[in-house]
């Protein structure tokens, strides 16, 4: 995609996160900010990126500290626990998306073949099943050590 005209004319030390199509990792990302039409910075320039570097080392710091004490008050492993509960938070929004995805309403064709949804649904259990083999598995390992 193409920077507008008055994108381009400004100078920014990131044009990656204003323009993903020039980082190879972002292709996907690029293609849906396409297909939606909007960009993935609103309000590009040296205000973004200031704001940027001024609130993201305060937001790490907290969510870290958090995550330490979780850990210190023997709950569990911290910045797991809050992993964890931020994929959770998203679960009923993405499934609702994919249930829009795949049972179109009001008459539409499937955008998408049910053959996917049923391999997605089948990989899904190797995945979990390959979670829990790796989890539950134990190495024995001897150790031969002097005894003082």
């Known amino acids: 995609m193409p920077p507008s005209p008055s994108a381009s004319s400004r100078v920014s ?8 199509s020039k ?6 990302i690029d293609r ?12 590009p320039g040296p205000g973004f990126e200031a704001l940027t570097v001024l ?13 330490i004490k979780i850990t ?25 998306q994919a249930w829009k995805t795949f049972v179109p309403s009001g008459g539409q064709a499937n955008q998408v073949n049910p053959m996917v949804l049923v391999l997605m649904i089948g990989f899904l ?8 083999c790796v989890t539950q598995a134990q190495r024995k390992v001897r150790s031969n050590t002097p005894s003082v």
Do not use: K
């Open 13 to 20: 030390s990131s044009p990656v996160l204003e323009f993903p």
């Open 23 to 28: 980082n190879p990792f972002l292709q996907g």
């Open 32 to 43: 849906s900010i396409r297909e939606l039409g909007i960009q993935l910075v609103q309000n």
């Open 55 to 67: 609130t993201s080392p305060p937001a790490l710091s907290s969510s870290c500290g958090s995550a």
């Open 72 to 96: 210190d008050r023997g709950v569990g492993n911290g910045m797991s626990m809050i992993i964890t509960v931020g994929i959770v938070a998203r679960l009923p929004a993405a499934l609702v």
């Open 125 to 132: 259990v190797i995945v979990i099943a390959a979670v829990i």
